[in-house]
């Protein structure tokens, strides 16, 4: 299966090089890796550039989900590839993890997320009590207002078919592209049209270098989401 991992990135130059080597060591058939990157100040798209990845630059920074629906549609016109691996650049997601990404999408499932609240799964241990609240009961949350059994709405870390994309992109309008909102829109929107949802247990991990994206905002976004998803 032609696969390409997408790294969305800002201000990532401490991390891109790194990640990119660690994915290409794992030396697995028909992976290829696009870096999209948001005109960052700090030369992240040039590191990336001399690595010899594939790379789109954006004109100015447009967050999260228009960086991945971008390297989406860039992907399937110019790298004939039917499989989408989401992959943040700050080793927060452990590369070693794209293989059982790939053998869960083989054994016939559409979407596969990686979970930190599955059995085998865990987040950071210095997390403070407010921050582990925050994530668990928001994901609680959100699955009880959509009225759907998932256990980590927000990850990052998924695996999604070509074709999931393409039927569903028409749907993943700009009331999703905001930043981490994207993540719960896309999977929610796979749901309603009845795309194989499977689940792998991953350790979350602390960035190692630079500022995490996450910010009041999700919150606002989040619930914004949320309530146009039952007028529509």
Known sequence: MNTVVIIPTYNEAKNIAKIIDSVNSLKIKNLKILVVDDSSPDGTAKIAKDKGVNLLINKKKQGLGHAYLKGMEYAIKHMDVNLFIQMDADFSHDPNDIPKFIKKINQGYDFVIGSRYVKGG??????????????????????????????????????????????????LTEDMFQGYTYQIGFLDNAIKNNFKIGKIPIHFKNREHGISKFGSEYFINTLKYLLSSKIK
């Not at 210095?126 to 994901?139: A, C, E, V, Y």
């Open 122 to 171: 865990s987040i950071p241990s210095n997390w403070g009590i407010h921050r582990k609240l925050i994530s668990k009961l928001g994901n609680k949350f959100i699955g009880l207002f959509l009225g759907k059994d998932i256990s980590d709405w927000s990850t990052g870390y998924r695996a999604i078919k070509k074709k999931v994309y393409q039927k569903l992109k028409d749907n």
